[in-house]
């Protein structure tokens, strides 16, 4: 059979078994299996546990469940509140600083734990009932938060670069270098947008709040400086040349243990249990999805589908640019449906050939692909950030959520368009800390 029709086949098979509620690993591995036994013969399933467990089989890998716990750890106390709080204390007179703080929470959030939906729960437990009550309208309090939380999986650290970078054998410390610049872009296009979008709204209310003195402003600083010192911390030490990603990883998951215990009383055994128990049980999710999509990978190559798609894309004649906006407009689909560790694992042995012809750099095409599933994360009919604000507030209609969070996707689809006139905003740093 043809490797492109068979590459048709693969694609339709694999969403209807992952469409049929069946766990991502589980269904890479089935649908993996199925091919390999039709078209490969069944002598074919003897390699099957050796990739499974090889895939596995990397000293990288171990950052994942470092950050990860480094992460819940911080989601466990009131760090989130506190940040929002400090924000909001310092940006009080500032059009729109209630939204703004919240982002700004948000980002530096993001910062600390990596994960998208904590980020969402942590600030907006707090903001989404404090902005309503200043006057904000439901939408642009749930959407901010909703958006705002999508930072986790592009400011460093971040365990979908991790993953990307595992899964291209790319330099893990230069995705994080390239998430920093495009992660404050979009951090200040959320922001302005928010200012501009209450200014236009003319409503003083949301002006009128509360003024803080000098000392309340300083007296919040300390119960935050400790957790952005560890994220200065570890890139220091990553990019230092102090320790691996790894080693890194593992040190700021100390020490983030460290301050949950020491500065917001962590101690009970029951507590750390549930830290640690979260984290496996996230750890072990991503490393499953990883050992399957490498099983997954190994099919497509096998049966010649991933080189045949690349030979025929390579083979058409259509400008780069042309062959990116569908790249783009796969991955955005792709979002809609599937988390981003599972798309990135799914996709980049397919499309990692294709934008090296094409000309692109796989260290900025990480930045893209990443934004592309933010805007997953806040589009339907998954949607997880969604779905976790409904679960805050749940007198906010989904509706509600989904439409307070399009300004901030077409903030997204601009950063994106702006990546691709100046790929310098995610290359530039990690070529001038790690070299060309």
């Known amino acids: 059979m043809d490797p492109l029709v068979l590459g048709g086949l693969v694609a339709l098979a694999t969403i209807a078994v992952l469409f049929s509620g069946v766990s991502v690993a589980l269904g890479l591995l089935i649908v993996s299996a199925g091919f390999l036994m039709i078209f490969d013969g069944m002598r074919s399933l003897e390699l099957m546990p050796e990739i499974l467990f090889g895939k596995l089989d990397n000293f990288a890998l171990l950052s994942i469940p470092m950050f990860i716990i480094m992460g819940s750890s911080i989601a466990s106390t009131r760090a989130g509140a506190d940040l929002y709080e400090a924000l909001e204390r310092w940006l009080t007179r500032v059009p729109g600083g209630l939204v703004i703080s919240n982002l700004g929470a948000c980002a530096l959030f993001a910062a600390m734990s990596g994960s998208s939906p904590a980020t969402c729960a942590a600030i907006g437990k707090m903001g989404i009932p404090e902005m309503r009550k200043r006057g904000y309208p439901d939408g642009v309090a749930a959407g901010s938060i909703a958006a705002g939380g999508t930072l986790g999986i592009l400011i460093p650290p971040s365990v979908t670069m991790i993953v990307y970078g595992i899964a291209t054998e790319t330099s893990i410390g230069r995705l994080f270098l390239a998430g920093v610049f495009p992660g404050l872009l979009l951090v200040g296009l959320f922001m302005a947008w928010s200012m501009y979008s209450t200014w236009k709204s003319g409503n003083l209310a949301l002006m009128n709040t509360r003024a803080y003195s000098w000392r309340e402003k300083f007296e919040i600083l300390p119960r935050v400086l400790p957790f952005i010192a560890i994220i200065i911390g570890v890139l220091y030490a990553m990019y230092g040349g102090v320790a691996t990603p790894s080693e890194t990883a593992a040190v700021g998951a100390l020490l983030c243990l460290l301050i949950a215990m020491v500065i917001y009383r962590l101690w009970n055994p029951a507590d750390l249990w549930v830290v640690l128990r979260d984290s496996t049980k996230e750890s072990v999710m991503i490393l499953f999805i ?67 012809v094409a000309g692109f750099d796989p260290i900025w095409f990480a930045v893209v692909l990443t934004i592309n599933m933010e805007i997953g994360l806040i589009s339907p009919p998954v949607g997880l950030n969604l779905y976790v604000i409904n679960g805050i507030a749940p007198d906010i209609s989904l509706k509600t959520i989904l439409m307070g969070s399009l300004p901030f996707v077409a903030c997204m689809i601009v950063a994106i368009i702006l990546l691709c006139i100046f790929p310098g905003i995610a290359t530039w740093l990690p070529n001038a800390v790690m070299g060309a």
């Open 290 to 356: 990883i050992a399957a999509a490498g099983v997954f990978s190994y099919m497509l190559s096998s049966l010649f589908i991933t080189q045949s798609i690349a030979e025929w894309i390579g083979t058409l004649d259509v400008n780069r640019w042309v062959l990116m906006a569908a790249i783009n407009l796969f991955l955005l689909v792709a979002g809609f449906f599937l988390p981003p560790v599972a798309v990135i694992l799914m996709a980049a042995p397919i499309l990692l050939p294709i934008i090296t």
